[in-house]
């Protein structure tokens, strides 16, 4: 149990980190990229708005030739009457309060600069008018207009076509299409994004490593004192045990002398009941400290749980209740012979304790793939909740609230169930389909 506890409580960490640095790396990704996108995208609106260029860089003022250097000067000179006002040069090529149209709000002043672009005019019917790459070195004429018959077919106003964002705008009965290469910058996205995700594994491998070695540290108070409460439970059993068979000793010779006394028999009840307590929770300790260690064999499971199943024929019978059994013939498992006779019992007595008369209980065994599922069905005397399902395989547990000890059970029968389908490598569950049937299933690997 603490092993399981412990590999919980490392699953449950690595999770919680995992979605914490998934969120984590994903926001900055997403909002990294987001910016990528929205400074191209006013980029590339400013362009359409301006024909395709940024103003006072028309091709009239660029160097001729595919991909020509742009340099500042080409496009306005510098004052040199000795006033170093950056503001005459900026109104000069209008960028600023003197000259054309100022760059929008936001928008860095070396854009113009950095920017690589080139657009397409055709008219409505797909006639190639003019072609402008004067402003990019790595697209050809060719390549340039077979981009734009592309966009125009396809319909798109605005998108990516490999690293090149595109918009299409309305210029003089006509249709330009203007691109802007955005490699260098999906290609830095790229980068930051496999950074992150290089960084993210490392620390989440790191991570794993600390909370492995940290985790024994952190659950040791809990192994203890399961540890104490398992042998607290196996001592308490032993020294109850003395005392319990003293009474009923007591109380048999009693009997000898006041045959019939009521009080006499109640006691002798009680101290059955008591004892039989004592026995399985000695028992249960047993089992979930020995677990996987107790002897196993190759078994007929198929024989076993009919040999057992078929016992309670008779209880059905004076209770008034059918007994319906399916058991799939050699069916083997590895496994021990008294603990598994002692799950098909628990199963099977629990069924007819508590379920009401002129009722079907059902009994499954069948074998599914690698795993052999044995299932026990049954109506219930009172409803069922999903919540009561979680607690059905707790100690001391029972669905009856007011706790009737007329059914002689003491509520850790399913508990015994439980650790003997894990000390077999299986599960077991409950389940409910309409609240008022009741179906334990136990899976254990063939």
Same mark, same amino acid.
């Not at 790459?133 to 990516?160: C, H, M, P, T, W």
């Not at 308490?236 to 019939?260: Q, R, S, W, Y």
């Not at 009680?270 to 026995?279: F, V």
């Given at each position: =149990?603490?092993?399981?506890?412990?590999?919980?409580?490392?699953?449950?960490?690595?999770?919680?980190?995992?979605?914490?640095?998934?969120?984590?790396?994903?926001?900055?990704?997403?909002?990294?990229?987001?910016?990528?996108?929205?400074?191209?995208?006013?980029?590339?609106?400013?362009?359409?708005?301006?024909?395709?260029?940024?103003?006072?860089?028309?091709?009239?003022?660029?160097?001729?030739?595919?991909?020509?250097?742009?340099?500042?000067?080409?496009?306005?000179?510098?004052?040199?009457?000795?006033?170093?006002?950056?503001?005459?040069?900026?109104?000069?090529?209008?960028?600023?309060?003197?000259?054309?149209?100022?760059?929008?709000?936001?928008?860095?002043?070396?854009?113009?600069?950095?920017?690589?672009?080139?657009?397409?005019?055709?008219?409505?019917?797909?006639?190639?008018? =003019?072609?402008?790459?004067?402003?990019?070195?790595?697209?050809?004429?060719?390549?340039?207009?077979?981009?734009?018959?592309?966009?125009?077919?396809?319909?798109?106003?605005?998108?990516?076509?490999?690293?090149?964002?595109?918009?299409?705008?309305?210029?003089?009965?006509?249709?330009?299409?203007?691109?802007?290469?955005?490699?260098?910058?999906?290609?830095?996205?790229?980068?930051? &994004?496999?950074?992150?995700?290089?960084?993210?594994?490392?620390?989440?491998?790191?991570?794993?490593?600390?909370?492995?070695?940290?985790?024994?540290?952190?659950?040791?108070?809990?192994?203890?004192?399961?540890?104490?409460?398992?042998?607290?439970?196996?001592?308490?059993?032993?020294e109850i045990k003395t005392p319990l068979a003293i009474i009923k000793a007591d109380a048999d010779v009693l009997e000898m002398d006041n045959?019939?006394?009521?009080?006499?028999?109640?006691?002798?009840?009680?101290?059955?009941?008591?004892?039989?307590?004592?026995?399985?929770?000695?028992?249960?300790?047993?089992?979930?400290?020995?677990?996987?260690?107790?002897?196993?064999?190759? &078994? !007929?499971?198929?024989?076993?749980?009919?040999?057992?199943?078929?016992?309670?024929?008779?209880?059905?019978?004076?209770?008034?209740?059918?007994?319906?059994?399916?058991?799939?013939?050699?069916?083997?498992?590895?496994?021990?012979?008294?603990? &598994?006779?002692?799950?098909?019992?628990?199963? *099977?007595?629990? !069924? *007819?304790?508590?379920?009401?008369?002129?009722?079907?209980?059902?009994?499954?065994?069948?074998?599914?793939?690698?795993?052999?599922?044995?299932?026990?069905?049954?109506?219930?005397?009172?409803?069922?909740?999903?919540?009561?399902?979680?607690?059905?395989?707790?100690?001391?547990?029972?669905?009856?609230?007011?706790?009737?000890?007329?059914?002689?059970?003491?509520?850790?029968?399913?508990? *015994?169930?439980?650790?003997?389908?894990?000390?077999?490598?299986?599960?077991?569950?409950?389940?409910?389909?309409?609240?008022?049937?009741?179906k334990i299933e136990v899976v254990l690997p063939v």
């Amino acid at each position: =149990m603490i092993k399981k506890l412990r590999i919980k409580f490392i699953v449950l960490s690595m999770v919680a980190v995992f979605v914490l640095i998934a969120i984590v790396v994903a926001g900055m990704n997403i909002i990294n990229y987001r910016a990528v996108v929205r400074e191209a995208e006013d980029t590339l609106t400013y362009l359409s708005q301006n024909k395709g260029t940024f103003p006072d860089m028309d091709p009239g003022n660029m160097p001729e030739g595919n991909g020509g250097t742009f340099r500042p000067g080409e496009f306005g000179e510098i004052p040199q009457n000795g006033n170093d006002d950056s503001s005459d040069f900026a109104g000069q090529n209008g960028m600023g309060q003197g000259g054309g149209p100022a760059l929008p709000s936001g928008m860095s002043p070396e854009t113009p600069y950095e920017s690589r672009f080139f657009s397409v005019l055709l008219s409505e019917d797909g006639e190639i008018i =003019m072609t402008d790459i004067n402003r990019i070195a790595s697209v050809s004429q060719e390549e340039a207009e077979e981009y734009a018959l592309d966009i125009l077919s396809s319909k798109k106003e605005k998108g990516f076509i490999e690293d090149y964002l595109f918009a299409k705008s309305e210029e003089d009965e006509c249709v330009r299409i203007t691109f802007l290469d955005c490699g260098r910058k999906l290609d830095s996205f790229n980068k930051f &994004l496999t950074i992150s995700l290089i960084v993210a594994a490392v620390g989440y491998v790191l991570f794993f490593f600390v909370i492995f070695f940290f985790s024994k540290k952190i659950i040791r108070p809990v192994a203890e004192s399961y540890e104490k409460q398992k042998r607290f439970i196996t001592d308490a059993g032993h020294e109850i045990k003395t005392p319990l068979a003293i009474i009923k000793a007591d109380a048999d010779v009693l009997e000898m002398d006041n045959e019939g006394n009521e009080w006499i028999e109640d006691i002798q009840k009680q101290t059955e009941r008591l004892t039989s307590l004592t026995n399985d929770l000695v028992s249960l300790a047993r089992m979930e400290e020995s677990g996987a260690a107790e002897q196993k064999s190759e &078994l !007929a499971l198929s024989e076993l749980v009919e040999e057992e199943a078929t016992a309670y024929q008779m209880l059905a019978q004076s209770g008034e209740k059918k007994l319906n059994l399916q058991i799939q013939p050699a069916l083997f498992v590895n496994g021990n012979e008294k603990s &598994l006779r002692r799950l098909v019992n628990i199963l *099977m007595d629990n !069924a *007819m304790k508590y379920s009401p008369e002129n009722t079907e209980v059902s009994l499954q065994l069948k074998k599914n793939g690698k795993q052999i599922r044995l299932s026990v069905q049954n109506k219930t005397t009172s409803e069922i909740s999903k919540e009561n399902l979680e607690l059905l395989f707790d100690r001391f547990y029972r669905m009856d609230s007011s706790r009737n000890s007329e059914t002689g059970g003491h509520g850790i029968g399913l508990s *015994m169930a439980k650790a003997i389908a894990e000390a077999h490598g299986g599960k077991i569950s409950a389940s409910s389909t309409d609240g008022s049937s009741l179906k334990i299933e136990v899976v254990l690997p063939v």
